[in-house]
């Protein structure tokens, strides 16, 4: 077992990261060992990050321990960068994680700042020219090469020609230089996209009532909704952040199916969200900032109301789903869209009914002809004992299902649907001869005999749907 | 143009299911008057066997009127156990799938909570919430809230109790459905979907009366069968399984 991190009062003792763990104990025999969990460390990451959120939307991280805040245009309220950064590192210190934090123009010069030390220096540009090699992030080995040519500095390396660099060291290393010059842009990949429209409230003093936070959430909606309606938009992907003084971030989504500007509907739908949480809202110690975003906004032109007032049925209903889609899940609340398979399971689908609807072609029925599709479909179908299947290709004269026996009076078939062969070379898929049967007390059933007496010798019969 | 047609719709709401599309026979004024618009109604199968007669009942019913959209309430339980819907089957009763939205709920709780949030919606045209079994839950309190909802907002709430027993309720009317042999084809097929309805309450009024109809598609319709004028129930030959004497003749009211 080898040490995988160090804190700072072990690294005082000599411990460095790769010694064994034997080596260690020996030297520092009280030592406090925790065994190395890297994906609770990168949620851990994840989780400050959402914490960051309060300072920019751009957050990105830098595995294992590392976050790039892009803070162009954010610190106004901070009055500056150093108290910004000086906040960062007064919130990480309450919750005890030691932080060092460092400016740069791109994220690859901030970044090399932070982690590396070198000689000071006045200025941004002199700074990085004083870091050591190691700061161009190369392999070990390369960085031991450029050492041993006498190179220790960053600013050693960029005096070189890079034709010499890049036929030694490979490519990386001279993208690596051009960062750190700012030559070559690094990009961020920013954890979530920064959203169209937001609206934000801090907070002097914490909340600590959920009927507060949602009163300024009302307040949030209002103005965010007359930003939309300056943009003859209407918001469909809402999301409100809760951002708590002890670091933790609560986060409730909404989405509605038609673009809204109506505060009261959203009111309900986040109310419907937090009632329907598996553990209640916790304000701990209070939000000391509220923040709602807009993540997706589309075209909602200024509806006229109907003459007796009121909103029109199309919005009730389409209100009515959102409400259900809030409570229940997207998944839930669905409509049909026909699909082009000719397997009956497969013919159609069921899709949110939150999402924008397709185009959709539904086979019209031929006049005259009875219902041939069952209203309820059994899938799978289901395994049915046939007695007395006449002729070969005819239908059963009688089948016992769930312990009833059914004699058949009329019957119609076979209606013969053949397996998808393109789809599987495996195996040969039986052919259904499908049935519509109506029993002698009136009941209509839709059975089918998998397989052709040519393709198996005892063919199974199966039920597969109820007609009305 | 448009508002004075959605004002007529909303005085036409306090009227009886459509009624400006004048009755054509008896039969069909009769299930008009007694399904009015703006209430709850219960359709039983009484034998679970008949389920899939009732629900198809019931779409037909909602088509019939013109009562759309239709939201569909119904367990998780009953997609596993009684098949899921088929939209295809549907389009065959003549719905059109764009008009219809299901929602699958968890449990019997969550199916009563969805509807009583659904039918104070004034946008929906018809509920449909299936239950099955015994369904205990389902009692006067929850029918009492269903149908005050419905009277306020305006939608028609048909309530589906397959393979239960008659429970008391606060439904304007409740209805039996069985099905029965349809007429034929030339061929000798199955032919359209037929029905025997019984009124079996019905809140100030005589309940009672028996139909076989057949449901046209294509004209959106309840054609009676013949020899099916509303009779005393003892010469009826529908519903030869179940025991006449379980419904009493009518006219009478029965509470509960």
Not at chain 1, 122 to 138: Q, W
Not at chain 1, 321 to 343: C, E, K, M, W, Y
Not at chain 2, 126 to 132: A, K, M, R
Not at chain 2, 133 to 154: F, H, N
């Amino acid at each position: 077992m080898r040490i995988a991190a160090v804190d700072l009062a072990a690294a005082q003792l000599g411990l460095v990261p790769g010694l064994t763990l034997a080596d260690a104990r020996a030297r520092v025999p009280q030592l406090d060992v925790f065994a190395s969990d890297p994906h609770a460390d990168l949620d851990w990451l994840e989780r400050l990050a959402d914490g960051c959120a309060r300072y920019t939307p751009t957050v990105a991280l830098a595995p294992p321990d590392g976050l790039i805040l892009d803070i162009a245009g954010c610190v106004h309220e901070f009055e500056g960068e150093r108290p910004l950064a000086a906040d960062v590192e007064a919130r990480m210190a309450r919750r005890g994680i030691a932080a060092r934090h460092a400016f740069g123009d791109t994220p690859a010069i901030a970044h090399a700042l932070a982690r590396f030390a070198g000689a000071p220096a006045p200025d941004e540009r002199r700074a990085i020219r004083r870091l050591p090699v190691a700061a161009l992030g190369l392999d070990d080995e390369a960085s031991v090469a450029l050492t041993r040519a006498g190179l220790k500095t960053v600013g050693d390396v960029m005096d070189r020609p890079l034709a010499g660099i890049a036929a030694r060291f490979g490519a990386g290393a001279v993208t690596a230089i051009r960062r750190l010059s700012g030559e070559a842009k690094t990009p961020v990949v920013a954890r979530r996209n920064i959203a169209p429209i937001a609206a934000e409230r801090r907070f002097a003093e914490p909340i600590a009532h959920s009927d507060v936070a949602l009163a300024v959430l009302a307040e949030l909606a209002g103005e965010a909704i007359e930003t939309l309606e300056r943009r003859h938009e209407g918001g469909r992907r809402w999301e409100v952040r809760l951002f708590r003084t002890d670091g933790a971030v609560q986060s409730l989504r909404v989405e509605t199916g038609q673009p809204t500007r109506d505060v009261a509907l959203l009111m309900r739908l986040f109310r419907e969200r937090i009632d329907s949480l598996a553990d209640p809202l916790d304000p701990g110690f209070g939000y000391d900032l509220i923040r709602l975003d807009i993540a997706l906004a589309e075209r909602l032109d200024a509806t006229q109301l109907k003459l007796e007032g009121g909103q029109s049925q199309t919005a009730e209903m389409a209100a009515l789903v959102d409400q259900l889609s809030t409570r229940l899940g997207r998944s839930r609340i669905r409509r049909f869209a026909p699909r082009d398979r000719h397997i009956p399971e497969q013919a159609e689908l069921m899709l949110p009914a939150t999402a924008a609807p397709a185009v959709e072609s539904w086979p019209t029925p031929e006049p005259g002809e009875p219902p041939l599709r069952p209203i309820h479909l059994f899938d799978p179908p289901q395994r049915i004992e046939s007695m007395m299947a006449e002729v070969p290709d005819g239908p059963p004269r009688r089948f016992r299902w769930r312990r009833t026996v059914h004699e058949v009076a009329r019957a119609e078939g076979p209606e013969r649907i053949a397996g998808e062969w393109w789809r599987r070379h495996d195996a040969p898929i039986p052919t259904r001869d499908y049935f519509r049967v109506e029993d002698q007390r009136g009941r209509r059933f839709w059975i089918f005999r998998h397989g052709l007496y040519s393709e198996t010798e005892t063919p199974a019969w199966y039920l597969h749907g109820l007609f009305a | 143009m448009r508002e004075s047609s959605a004002l007529i719709e909303s005085l036409r709401r306090a009227a009886p299911f459509g009624v400006s599309a004048g009755a054509r026979d008896p039969v069909e004024a009769w299930l008009r008057q007694g399904l009015a618009r703006a209430q709850l109604h219960e359709l039983y199968a009484l034998d679970a066997q008949d389920a899939a007669a009732a629900t198809g009942f019931a779409v037909a019913l909602a088509i019939a009127a013109g009562a759309l959209p239709l939201l569909w309430i119904r367990t998780d339980d009953a997609e596993r156990r009684h098949g899921r819907i088929l939209g295809a089957g549907l389009v065959e009763l003549g719905m059109a799938p764009t008009a219809l939205v299901i929602a699958s709920v968890a449990d019997e709780a969550g199916l009563l909570r969805a509807a009583a949030d659904a039918a104070r919606c004034a946008g929906l045209g018809t509920l449909v919430v299936e239950s099955h079994d015994r369904a205990p839950r389902i009692d006067l309190t929850a029918t009492r809230r269903l149908m005050l909802a419905a009277e306020a907002s305006g939608v028609t709430v048909l309530l589906l109790r397959l393979g239960a027993e008659p429970t008391p309720s606060a439904a304007t009317t409740r209805w039996g459905v069985t099905a029965i042999p349809s007429t034929p084809l030339p061929t000798d097929a199955p032919g359209h979907p037929s029905f025997a309805v019984e009124l079996l309450r019905r809140r100030g009024g005589p309940a009672g009366a028996r139909w076989r109809v057949e449901w046209k598609r294509d004209d959106r319709y309840f054609a009676p069968i013949a020899d099916s004028a509303p009779l005393s129930g003892a010469r009826l030959p529908v519903a030869a399984d179940r025991a006449a004497a379980r419904h009493p003749r009518a006219p009478v009211r029965r509470a509960g």
